[in-house]
């Protein structure tokens, strides 16, 4: 079986709510937080697949298209690429936040698909966030998971940024080969 790295997109990979940019609705909207490119790459070389997972409800509410977000992913998958950095498949929930659908994070259904889908093992694949949904989709999912910000007690390990974080999962994974 495969492993992989989820991760989340907004304040996982590019910024959101900050002085430049509110919400990332085009493209040109889209600014990867630091060492998000090196990070992916590094992460590209452990493990079989780097995916994004992330909730859109943007959509859901009209305040853009889904050609749109999928223009923003093909955008962000191609910038991160020119870095060589490799992100496999950017899936996401379209839906409206309170929509109870089964794809929204913290449901699990978005990765427990990709993993279906790839042949993952996800004992063995980790999921980055931000938010608290994104460690309980991990969790519900069987993924070791990382929380990016101050603290949060359901994540396995809390970093402050993707690069950090990469460090420690490589760290992890060398461990469990042998390698440290």
Partial sequence: MKTAVFLDRDGVINEV?????KFVNKPRDLYFLPGVPVAIKNLNEFFDYIFVVTNQ?????????EEQ???????????LKKEGAIIHEAVYCPHKPKEGCDCRKP??????????????DLANS????????????????GTRTV????SDPLADAVFPDLYAASE????????EDGND
């Avoid at 990765?111 to 993952?120: H, M, N, S, W």
Wanted: no cysteine.
């Fill in 17 to 21: 709510l900050t002085n430049r940019v």
């Fill in 168 to 175: 420690w999962i490589i760290g992890e994974v060398k461990k």
């Fill in 107 to 120: 449901n699990a259904k978005l990765i427990q698909d990709l993993a279906e889908r790839y042949d993952v």
């Fill in 126 to 141: 980790f999921m980055v966030g931000d938010t608290d949904t994104d460690i309980i989709a991990g969790k519900k999912a």
């Fill in 69 to 79: 977000l999928q223009k923003i992913h093909e955008h962000m998958i191609n910038e």
């Fill in 57 to 65: 409800g943007g959509v859901g509410l009209g305040y853009m298209k």
């Fill in 147 to 150: 929380f990016i910000g101050g």
